[in-house]
């Protein structure tokens, strides 16, 4: 039983993060000007697709990924 909870608990991560990315890239399309919300905007969404990426790989430990992409975006 656990292992189909943490299989839901994955989907509904990916559907979350997959919606994140549209509203985010609705926002970033508004902005016309070169800002720093819209290369925020930029970064959030490059993070949220390569956490998407490597969420499918069971053995990564994405904390600690995320961690280390996180500190190279900034």
């Given at each position: 039983m656990k292992s189909s909870s943490v299989y839901?608990?994955?989907i509904t991560i990916e559907r979350v993060l997959q919606?994140?990315?549209t509203e985010s890239k609705?926002?970033?399309d508004i902005d016309s000007d070169d800002?720093?919300?819209k290369r925020d905007l930029e970064k959030r969404?490059?993070?949220?697709?390569?956490?998407l990426e490597n969420?499918?790989?069971a053995h990564v430990?994405?904390?600690n990924l995320l961690n280390l992409k996180?500190?190279?975006?900034y």
């Amino acid at each position: 039983m656990k292992s189909s909870s943490v299989y839901l608990d994955s989907i509904t991560i990916e559907r979350v993060l997959q919606i994140e990315i549209t509203e985010s890239k609705k926002w970033f399309d508004i902005d016309s000007d070169d800002t720093t919300y819209k290369r925020d905007l930029e970064k959030r969404i490059e993070l949220i697709n390569w956490v998407l990426e490597n969420m499918k790989n069971a053995h990564v430990q994405i904390c600690n990924l995320l961690n280390l992409k996180w500190m190279k975006l900034y």
